[in-house]
């Protein structure tokens, strides 16, 4: 148990710092934003069940030789009132540490969902009283702004796509069409659960770096990710100027809530966001850098790599909380 601890709490070090910072640095996540985002959803599954998981096996290490019979024995002593001498000062505080943990994470995951949706919820009720419906397709409304605006804001079966009066203006309709496929990307691949996750996981631990970068990078692969699929039906210079037109509008307020954004959810400045701000000047500059200067996507063999690097990620921790017990 002891050894247990100490390798779940070297992968936890290891996950919440150096992993996080060199992926953030590196390149070829814009060759694979599929590839790339299933590694940063395996970093931070793995890095948070490694913490927990160390904190738990250190406390119960007196009273089991195995998670599984250190739960039964800590079970034993809750319902059964009996002693908890065999339990040290550091056993007892890694034992609550891990309990209000994973109690903070759970709790802020769903917390931050409430607020999504009742950010989403007066934004729809803004939207019936200020949008109009679009010609260009069911769950497409138009709002009277002059600047170029375009997001969508999801929500299964009342899922909806917003554009500006500014925007249809200023756009061709190849560009029009491109905005669109873009938006409803993000809609049918439900990129709002994925940003809701990271934007949770940063919302509970703030001080640590890998939540900041992760949930940048997400908000980044996402984008590539809506493109990508614009770029099956439009061409690169019709997607380039369409995203150029949209981000010069992303800095003016709609509707009187200062919600805006090019891309995944609705941004509001006096609520916590699904996206915590997705496309950033930052963002829109890696869009377009990517779409100017392409580089070949990753081989099969490398993103096979990838995905078992993910999975590895999620076995090794889960392995050593769980099969010394089944094996016990």
């Known amino acids: ?37 299933v590694l940063w959803q395996a970093i931070a599954l793995a890095g948070g069940l490694s913490m927990i998981g160390a904190m738990l096996v250190y406390g119960l290490e007196p009273i089991g030789d195995n998670l599984i019979a250190g739960l039964k024995s800590l079970a034993g002593m809750v319902f059964n009132n009996e002693p908890t001498t065999a339990l040290g ?7 609550s540490a891990a309990a209000l943990l994973t109690a903070h994470l759970v709790f802020t995951l769903l917390l931050t969902y409430y607020k999504i949706e009742r950010q989403r919820r007066r934004h729809r009720e803004l939207l019936a009283l200020l949008a109009s419906p679009s010609d260009d397709g069911p769950g497409t409304v138009v709002i009277n702004h002059d600047s170029p605006v375009a997001y969508c804001l999801p929500g299964g079966a009342r899922s909806v796509t917003v554009l500006s009066d500014g ?22 691949q439900r990129h709002d659960l994925l940003l809701w996750a990271f934007a949770a996981w940063r919302q509970a631990l703030p001080w640590f770096p890998t939540t900041r970068l992760a949930q940048t990078a997400v908000n980044s692969l996402i984008e590539m990710l809506a ?17 150029a037109i949209v981000a010069s509008g992303t800095s003016q307020p709609a509707l009187g809530t200062g919600a805006l954004n090019a891309g995944g959810a609705v941004v509001e400045s006096n609520a916590v966001s699904a996206t915590g701000g997705a496309d950033s000047p930052r963002t829109t500059a890696s869009r377009v850098s990517r779409l100017l200067s392409p580089q070949p996507p990753l081989t099969k063999s490398l993103r096979i790599l990838v995905l078992v690097v993910s999975a590895l990620l999620l076995a090794v921790p889960t392995a050593l909380l769980i099969v010394p017990g089944l094996l016990g």
Do not use: C
């Not at 601890?5 to 910072?21: G, M, Q």
């Not at 000062?89 to 034992?95: D, N, S, T, V």
């Not at 493109?227 to 995203?243: F, M, N, P, Q, Y």
């Open 1 to 37: 148990m002891f050894w247990t601890s100490y390798l779940l709490a070297v992968l936890a070090l290891i996950l919440a710092w150096p992993v996080p910072v060199l992926l953030s640095r590196a390149q070829w996540p814009a060759r694979s934003p599929f590839t790339a985002m």
């Open 167 to 188: 925007l249809m203006a200023a756009l061709e309709p190849a560009e029009l069409r491109a905005v669109l496929i873009h938006e409803n990307a993000h809609l049918s």
């Open 227 to 243: 493109d990508d699929v614009a770029l099956r039906t439009e061409s690169k210079g019709t997607l380039i100027k369409a995203i």
């Open 89 to 95: 000062f550091w056993h007892l505080f890694a034992l």
